[in-house]
Every structure is written in structure tokens, then in C-alpha cells.
């Protein structure tokens, strides 16, 4: 077997195993990314689809912010203009949260038709433009 | 002044249009007075363009707020160092510091480009010109000059966003900048070598020294980034895979790859297809980078608000990447290897396997990046991948490169010998071996992390190893001391040694970084004497008592702040002052969110690091977030090693007898066979 030969095998090996995380990766992480119309739809069509891991983008009912600083409890509601959704969430947001952002809620929407997350992020509001960081 | 700006606005435009036209006529035609007109094109746009910015910069400080500009970024009270970098704060504002570096970079190459390789730089100013000509299009046609002026004017500005007051915000992004736009130099040279068919060793040399250049400050500038986000954004870490973030590493790591590869055609003259393939790729990444950040296409913690300019950049995006593949196709038969692979066992193939590595990386970080716009394309759902996603597919890759640093050098080139590999390999693989138990006697568990150690001791006794060799055969043929001959080592063979320092800066930071898979932290509602206590991964015992709350005004804005102190294993080391700001304005009415402001203790194995989350109104009861982040202070000193090996390898002059005769012998053979 030549060189070349060997190398190509190599090569393939790096290239399939590059292949295969990259596909595994996608498929042990990979987390739909709905509006909350989409995902109105998605529990209408799977009624099991409770209990799974997504993110949510939506942006945050005016007025409906309620924040519980002493036991760090977050509880808003997400809209896309047509369905709604409440959000809980344990823990500190982002400094960019207020109850006029765009937020994108990671976590689980259960039985109780409420989106228990795991992560709020806030996107930046349109006085906001801010320097791209690293 | 704003009027001036736009004169300087629209000469740059029409001298960049110019510019291109005669360099690239001029080089075809060989038409000297053209190549000379282009090379001025761009020496007076470099000049028009640095007016603007005067421009702009006099009315930022004039607080000119009727500049639309100066009052969406900066208001009276903001500190004089902010008002400066205000600059490139906004998205206006950094269209015009692109193109305006870009200028100072391309007359910067054209006057220090050595007289042999005067053929190709008509068309290297024709390309400068071409790229600057487009940056200043989308201000003077994408409604983004930074000179456009209000129908009023405001009694005071917007002032700057606060995340952004921060030292490390005032260099990080210029950094970031200098990285992603001198790449269009190297890829200047490229496209100029393709145009005028001179493919000889010649550009190599000119494009080796402008890569290693951008790849400096794109390093430094990805660190500055690690560093500000670490300081200034709260959530504890300094690495988050946001699509922005994932931009810049991007060309990091093609021109990592490059960095490598050009070794393998300079003294085998193969791989010429591929380098230039990742020249081109990697300026076509900066430019990819430059259109996620401002477009809003993937959605991004850090982006530019929405805007037409996205479709500039995107449309530009496709004609370069057209243009520049279809001439590289076009010139493949002229770009045909000298030689071939004779062994797997030899530097080489490391090089080539070190090279799939690094694309690899970049191309799952691509991937991931774009799996929300190519999942919604294929299924019509979009399905987003996270941190996870890129810490599962990396970090097994990232050992692999890691393994891959340690093994090159010990390498020989063409073919390695058994008993030459024995040589090589006994002192690392017995390092590393060491180190391995050692960290298990310690009670170390992670395999990732212990991989991480093992490898990174092996990667520096290669280092030690060469270090020691080269020393001890000074030494013996020179008689000098054990220093000097390390000293001098370095100084004449600055590339080689200024590379081996590289690496063990890429060794420090990969174990820094498997440090934080032992993060820990809590979360503690306290009252000013409760405590709280975390145990770190070292075993002690850390506990944060809150001392109360404070609040005062300072320059433009208000300040809670929240006294903790820290016990080791009950023995006080120190205060934290974590703090909560709510930015006023000139009148003193709140602008922006309030804004949190970490406290870092830095130790050398750990970092403590505390935020205010918030106050329970009426009370002095405060959520704070402890979290101990380790071996966090090795990340920013490793950077600060790879800056420093960077720094050897480009420092001009002196250069290694070997390197310049291994050039030399490549161009020999190459007029030999021709």
C-alpha cells in the first residue's frame, strides 16, 4: 500500500469521524426552534408533545412580567401576535430583559400549558445596537 | 464637519471604483500607468477616508447630537475614552473603520511589498480598491453614512450602551476588526498571483507575512472578546458558541490551517491548490462573518439590529465567492504539486491530518451555526443546536488537533525512521504519562479533562524537548552559555521557536479550558450576615457572608453595590463588591437596563466570581450568583503566550539561516524544472 493510499484511508477516518459527531451531535442536541403559533400547532397534531426540550422565540407581553426577587421566580407571557404562552423561570435573567424585548425561552412546555424554562434570552430592543463581541 | 465627512465619503467611493479598474486593467494590459494611477487610487483614498473619520470623530467630540450618529452612541456624560471608541459602536460607524483600515492596510502593502514582487501589485490595489469601494458603497447607498444628520437636534444623546463601557470593549472590537480585514490583504495577493499567472514562490512569502499578521490580531481580538464577555456580561463564562462569536473563530481557523500547510509547500512545494483554497476561504468566511453579525439572518445575542445592509453583504458575499472560485478553477492546471506524500510517518502527513482537523472544526462550527437555516430549508421546521452540540463534536476534535501539535514537530519531513521516532518520542510520551497519574492520584475523573492534561504534558515536553536540543547543540558548537544559546536559539530561528511558543499557549488554554468542566455554583437568596458555602474542586471550602448593601452615584450612573466577604477554609482572603448600575443620563433620568457588574477574585487555580442578581425592594435581602470558575486566569495568559509566539515569528529581520535556504533550494528547483 502506498502512501497516498494510507493517507486517503486517514483522511477518511477524520472526515467520517467528523461526520458521524457532527450527526449524533445534531441528533442528541439538536432542539426545534418554534414560534409560539408553531408550537400551538405541533401539540395540536402530537398530543405527546409535552415534556420536550425546545426553544421558544417569541417576544414578552407588555404587563405581564412578574418577578419574585427574594425566591428568584420570573413569570411572563410569550406572544407572536396570536398564541400565548406563560413562562416560569428560576433563576437571574439577562440584564436585557424587560417586558418589551424579543426573548428566545429555553425549556419545556408541560401538562400545565406552561413553559417551565430552563434559559431566558433577551434579544437586544431596537434602541439597542450593540458592537459585535468575539 | 459632517459635510466634509461625506465629501470624504464619496471621493474614497469613486477613487476606490478607479482604483480597482486600472489595477486589474493595468496588470492585464501591463500597462505601467495605470498600475501606477491605481497604486495612487489607493493612497488617496486611504487619505479621504481618514478625513471622514476625522470628521466624525471631531463631531463626537463637539457632541454634535444633531449627527444622528453621535446621539444614538454617546451623550455628554459619557467618559472622553468612550466618546473615542464610539467610532465603531455602531453599525454606521464600524462600516466606516473597516473601510478606513482597510485603505491604511492596502497603501501599508503596496509601499512595503519588496520591488520583486512589483508584478503583482497593480492588481493587488485593483482588489484593495474593489473590497473598500464596496464597504463605502453600503454607507453612501445602504442608508448607513454615519454623517446623515437629524430634522433636530436633541438636548442630549442615547448615551453608550453600558455593556459596552468597558476597557476590554474599547480594544476588543478594533482587534476583531484589524483581524477580519487584513485578511483581504493576504487574499489580495492570492487573487493577484491567479490574475498575472505568477504562482511561484514569491507571493507565498508576501502572503505568509499578512496571514500571520491578521491571525495575530484576529487571535488577540477573540480573546479580548473571551475576556470582556467574562467580565462584563455576568453569566460566568467566557466562551457562550453564539453565531458571532462562532464568526470570528471561523477564519481563525482556516488560517490556522494555512499557517501549517504553506510550511509543507515551501520546502515540498506541494499543497498549492489547497492553501490557496483556504486563503480564499477564509477571507470569504471574514467577509461571511462581517454579514451574520449585521444582517440578522441567525438569531444572535450580540448582533446589529435588522437591516438592509444584510443584503449587501450577502449579495457581495456571492459575486467574490463566484469570482474567486471560478479564476481559482480556471488557474488549477498551473497549480500542480512538485512532489508527493512518501510516507505516513512523516511530517507531512501530520501536517495534512492537522490541516482535516482544523476544517473539520471549522466546518462543523459552520454547520451548527447555519443548522437553524438549513434544517428550516430541508424540513421546514427550525431545529437550533447549542452549546451542547458544539462542545460534543469539538471537544473530542480539539484533542485530536491537540495530540496532533505534540506529534508534528517530533516528526521528521519526507520519512521518519524507527529508531528516529524512539528518539523523538521517549522524553513526551513519558511526560504526558507522568502527568496523567499524577492529576489520577489527585482524584481527577473527567476523561475529557484528563485526556486534556495528558496530551497537553506530552505537547510540552516536544516543546521542552526542542528547546533543550537546539540549546545544548549551540552549546557545543559555540561554546555559549546555556542561556545565551536559548536566547539566540529563538532570535535565529524565530519561526520554528516563535511557533513552539504558540504552542504552549494552545497547551495552556486547552487545559484552562478543561478546567470549566469542574464549574461549580450556587444560587443564595442572603440577608447582610447570612452566609453561604461552596466547595471547590480543589477541595476547599469557600463561604460568602453578605455584609450589606451600598448605594451612590457616580459619573453617569447609579450604583448598588453589595459587600461579600470570602473565607477559605474560614480564613478571610478578601472582599467582593459585586454591583447592580442603572446608567443616567445628563438630567438624571435613567437610560438603558440596569446592568449588572460581576466581582472576580483571581487566583491562580481558581476564579470566585459573584453577581447581584437584585435586591428585594425595601431590603437590604440580595439574590447573588456564586460561581468558581477554574484555572480561568490560565485562559487569559495563554492567549497572552500565543500573542507573544506570534509576535516572534513576524518580528521582522534576522530570520533562520535554514528557512531562507529551504527557500531558497524550493526556488531553485523550481526554475530547475521548469
Known amino acids: 500500500m502506498n502512501a497516498g493510499t494510507k493517507f486517503a484511508i486517514g483522511a477518511g477516518l477524520i472526515v467520517a469521524s467528523v461526520g458521524y459527531l457532527m450527526a449524533s451531535g445534531v441528533k442528541e442536541t439538536g432542539q426545534y426552534f418554534l414560534t409560539p403559533t408553531e408550537l400551538t400547532q405541533k401539540v395540536a397534531l402530537d398530543p405527546s408533545f409535552y415534556n420536550v426540550g ?17 425566591t428568584q421566580t420570573l413569570r411572563f407571557e410569550v406572544s407572536d401576535g396570536s398564541a400565548r404562552y406563560p413562562v416560569v423561570f428560576h433563576g437571574l435573567p439577562p440584564d436585557t430583559f424587560t417586558d418589551s424585548v424579543e426573548v428566545v425561552v429555553e425549556g419545556r412546555l408541560q401538562k400545565d400549558g406552561v413553559i417551565h424554562a430552563t434559559n431566558v434570552l433577551a434579544k437586544c430592543g431596537s434602541r439597542y445596537e450593540s458592537v459585535p463581541k468575539a | ?54 470628521s466624525l470623530e471631531w463631531a463626537l467630540f463637539h457632541h454634535d447630537f444633531n449627527v444622528e450618529y453621535v446621539a444614538a452612541y454617546t451623550s455628554r456624560n459619557l467618559p472622553i475614552f468612550y466618546t473615542w471608541s464610539a467610532l465603531y459602536a455602531g453599525q454606521k460607524g464600524s462600516l466606516l ?59 442630549d444623546g442615547n448615551g453608550l450602551n453600558p455593556q459596552l463601557q468597558n476597557p476590554g470593549m474599547v480594544f476588543h472590537p478594533p482587534m476583531l476588526y484589524l483581524g477580519y480585514i487584513s485578511i483581504t490583504i493576504p487574499y489580495a495577493f492570492a487573487m493577484a498571483a491567479l490574475l498575472s499567472k505568477k504562482l511561484d514562490v514569491d507571493w507565498l512569502v508576501a502572503i505568509r507575512k499578512w496571514t500571520l499578521l491578521s491571525w495575530l490580531f484576529l487571535s488577540i481580538g477573540i480573546c479580548l472578546g473571551m475576556w470582556w464577555a467574562y467580565v462584563e456580561l455576568g453569566w460566568g463564562g467566557y466562551w457562550a458558541w453564539d453565531p458571532v462569536e462562532n464568526a470570528s473563530l471561523l477564519p481563525w481557523l482556516t488560517m490556522t490551517a494555512f499557517l501549517h500547510s504553506v510550511m509543507i509547500q515551501e520546502k515540498r512545494g506541494m499543497l498549492k491548490k489547497w492553501n490557496l483554497a483556504l486563503i480564499i476561504g477564509s477571507w470569504l468566511l471574514s467577509i461571511f462573518g462581517t454579514f451574520i453579525t449585521r444582517s440578522g439572518v441567525i438569531s444572535s445575542v450580540h448582533s446589529f439590529t435588522q437591516s438592509n445592509v444584510g443584503y449587501f453583504f450577502l449579495g457581495f458575499l456571492i459575486v467574490a465567492g463566484i469570482v474567486s472560485f471560478a479564476l481559482y478553477a480556471n488557474r488549477l492546471p498551473l497549480l500542480e504539486a512538485e512532489a508527493r506524500l512518501e510516507s505516513m510517518i512523516s511530517r507531512e502527513a501530520s501536517f495534512l491530518f492537522n490541516n482535516l482537523l482544523l476544517i473539520g472544526i471549522a466546518f462543523s462550527v459552520l454547520w451548527g451555526t447555519l443548522f437553524p437555516i438549513l434544517s428550516e430549508l430541508v424540513q421546514g421546521t427550525k431545529i437550533t443546536v447549542g452549546p451542547p452540540f458544539f462542545n460534543e463534536v469539538n471537544i473530542p476534535l480539539g484533542l485530536a488537533l491537540l ?8 516528526i521528521a519531513w519526507r520519512r521518519a525512521s524507527v529508531p528516529n521516532l524512539k528518539r523523538q518520542f521517549a522524553v513526551p510520551l513519558t511526560v504526558g504519562g507522568f502527568a496523567t497519574l499524577i492529576v489520577l492520584v489527585a482524584g481527577m475523573r473527567d476523561f ?55 504552542h504552549t499557549g494552545i497547551v495552556i488554554l486547552f487545559v484552562a479550558f478543561a478546567g470549566m468542566a469542574f464549574k461549580t455554583e450556587t444560587e443564595a437568596t442572603l440577608r447582610p450576615g447570612e452566609s453561604v458555602s461552596l466547595r471547590s474542586p480543589y477541595g476547599y471550602t469557600y463561604t460568602f457572608t453578605s455584609l450589606g448593601l451600598s448605594q451612590y452615584d457616580a459619573l453617569n450612573r447609579q450604583v448598588t453595590a453589595a459587600a461579600v466577604e470570602v473565607r477559605r477554609d474560614g480564613k478571610t482572603i ?85 528557512v531562507k535556504r529551504a527557500q531558497a533550494g524550493y526556488a531553485v528547483r523550481l526554475v530547475g524544472e521548469k
Open chain 1, 54 to 70: 425546545m426553544r421558544v422565540g417569541a417576544h414578552v407581553v407588555r404587563g405581564t412580567v412578574s418577578k419574585d426577587v427574594a
Open chain 2, 1 to 54: 464637519m459632517t459635510v466634509l465627512g461625506t465629501i470624504g465619503l464619496w471621493l474614497a467611493f469613486l477613487l476606490g471604483v478607479w482604483g480597482a479598474l486600472a489595477g486589474i486593467v493595468g496588470g492585464l494590459a501591463e500597462r505601467p500607468d495605470l498600475a501606477r494611477s491605481a497604486r495612487h487610487a489607493v493612497f488617496a483614498m486611504c487619505g479621504a477616508l481618514l478625513i471622514a473619520v476625522f
Open chain 2, 97 to 155: 473603520f473597516w473601510a478606513t483600515v482597510l485603505s491604511v492596510f492596502g497603501s501599508l502593502a503596496l509601499a512595503l511589498t519588496p520591488r520583486h514582487n512589483r508584478a503583482l501589485l497593480p492588481y493587488v490595489a485593483g482588489v484593495v480598491s474593489a473590497v473598500a469601494a464596496f464597504f463605502i458603497s453600503v454607507m453612501l447607498f445602504g442608508h448607513a453614512s454615519p454623517f446623515e444628520r437629524l430634522a433636530y437636534t436633541p438636548l
Open chain 2, 403 to 410: 495530540a496532533l501539535t505534540g506529534i508534528g514537530p517530533l
Open chain 2, 448 to 502: 475529557y479533562a484528563l485526556v486534556a492534561i495528558a496530551l497537553g504534558a506530552f505537547v510540552l515536553g516536544t516543546v521542552v524537548q526542542e528547546f533543550a536540543r537546539g540549546a545544548r547543540a549551540r552549546h557545543r558548537q559555540y561554546g555559549e552559555s546555556y542561556v545565551l544559546s536559548l536566547g539566540r536559539l529563538l532570535a535565529r530561528n524565530r519561526r520554528r521557536y516563535g511557533g513552539y511558543i504558540v
Open chain 2, 574 to 658: 478578601g472582599l467582593l463588591n459585586p454591583e447592580k448600575r442603572q446608567h443616567v443620563d445628563g438630567l438624571g433620568r435613567p437610560t438603558f437596563q440596569p446592568s449588572t457588574e460581576p466581582s472576580i477574585m483571581s487566583l491562580l487555580r481558581e476564579d470566585l466570581y459573584v453577581v447581584l442578581g437584585g435586591v428585594v425592594n425595601g431590603t437590604e435581602q440580595a439574590v447573588f450568583r456564586f460561581t468558581i470558575n477554574p484555572l480561568v486566569w490560565w485562559v487569559w495568559y495563554g492567549g497572552l503566550i500565543v500573542a507573544l509566539g506570534g509576535l516572534i515569528v513576524m518580528w521582522p529581520g534576522g530570520g533562520s539561516l535554514a
